[in-house]
């Protein structure tokens, strides 16, 4: 993938220059975790702003959409801090979350020891598709059950938490701007 985006300007088209290659589809959740993670950074270090939306005491003059942090009252600092507080949380759960996706071989801690695997022959037979002739199955089989295993628990509790900071992504896709 190459992707080359023009400074923004208020007058004038932003210049634009994007090619996709075959294989940035292959994994695109991938592919696209690798720009969505520093991006995500960058907007958690550099924001001036959050969602309203985490703002609890929003001060009536203005409406519902994202605004600067002056929309809340001077006098609202805690609020203004727990805001801000619970909105990085929730950027924390999303760079998080793509940092895994990025990272690419996150599941391998939840393998332990090494893996063997064998083709053995099984006891089903089935017609070949395309010459319809009735041939033998294979079946893979561990032949390390002793010294390998594999934490399945653990795996689909990173899954999970992986998931809610996608879903969290999700959510808030529309007010990740600075």
């Not at 979350?97 to 063997?116: L, M, R």
């Not at 893979?140 to 010294?147: F, I």
């Amino acid at each position: 993938m190459k992707a080359k985006l023009g400074k923004f300007f208020r007058r004038g088209d932003r210049r634009i220059d994007i090619k996709i290659e075959n294989h940035d589809t292959w994994s695109l959740d991938h592919t696209l975790a690798l720009i969505i993670y520093p991006a995500l950074l960058q907007l958690k270090a550099t924001k001036h702003g959050l969602p309203s939306s985490f703002i609890d005491d929003k001060d009536e003059n203005h409406g519902n959409g994202q605004q600067c942090f002056d929309f809340i009252n001077e006098d609202s600092d805690v609020v203004f801090e727990e805001s801000i507080k619970r909105w990085d949380e929730t950027l924390d759960k999303m760079i998080w979350s793509f940092q895994q996706i990025a990272i690419d071989d996150y599941d391998d801690q939840y393998h332990h020891g090494e893996a063997k695997y064998d083709f053995v022959k099984s006891l089903k037979k089935f017609p070949n598709p395309i010459s319809g002739k009735i041939q033998d199955t294979f079946q893979m089989v561990d032949t390390n059950p002793d010294e390998h295993w594999y934490d399945y628990v653990g795996h689909q509790m990173h899954e999970a938490r992986i998931q809610e900071g996608l879903d969290l992504f999700a959510k808030y896709y529309r007010n990740l701007w600075d």
